[in-house]
């Protein structure tokens, strides 16, 4: 079946995402500039989670402009996959309300992370699958393709330094993000020589 309807989707519900965090952000009640301090916490959370949320889609795109085909199964992966994401918006706003003194918003947001990255890899394997034996999918992310087992590693350990420092989860996960800024470099190189 074509790829286009489910990539439309998914763009459309990332964009309402990032618009339902940016909701989470209200002005404080005082018109100082001084009343905006005690926001940091929740403007540092929301430019993480801004960031983290732009690279999974930038991630996404690349990786659907070698794909030729899907199937049911990669419906109902991405469907999993943005069912994570949406959970995104309650994690970040928890964390936003809770500064740095609690455990419990961090594993979250730390959880919601690994969730999401674990089902990133499976919609590669699942796309992998449904785009054939010989795909380019499979030539450019098949062996090798080590990133998402650094990330789902890297999101456990996140999730357990909540115990030692609460915000030691949200800055391992966004530190992460580093190994994804850049979209895999074989699909660049791939895409833009057009072979």
């Known amino acids: 079946m074509p790829k286009q309807r489910m990539e439309a989707f998914t763009d459309a519900i990332f964009a309402i995402i990032i618009t339902v965090m940016v909701l989470e952000l209200h002005a404080p009640a005082s018109g ?10 929740t403007f540092a959370i929301y430019l993480a989670s801004f960031l983290i949320l732009a690279v999974y889609w ?13 199937d049911g199964v990669v419906l109902w992966a991405n469907t999993i996959f943005i069912l994570f994401i949406s959970l995104f918006p309650f994690a970040t706003a928890w964390v936003g309300d809770n500064h740095v003194d609690s455990v419990a918003p961090e594993m979250l947001f730390g959880t919601v992370m690994l969730l999401m990255d674990a089902m990133f890899f499976v919609l590669v394997r699942t ?31 996140a999730i357990f330094l909540a115990l030692v420092w609460p915000p030691l989860t949200v800055i391992v996960d966004t530190l992460l993000l580093l190994l994804w800024v850049l979209p895999e470099r074989r699909i660049e190189r791939h895409v833009t020589n057009g072979q």
């Open 32 to 41: 100082k500039f001084s009343a905006l301090w005690s926001l940091r916490h």
């Open 58 to 70: 930038n991630n996404h795109h690349h990786l659907f402009q070698i794909v030729r085909s899907i």
């Open 127 to 157: 796309l992998i699958h449904a785009d054939g034996e010989n795909s380019e999918i499979r030539k450019l992310v098949g062996k090798g393709y080590n990133k998402p087992y650094i990330s789902m590693i890297g999101n456990l350990a």
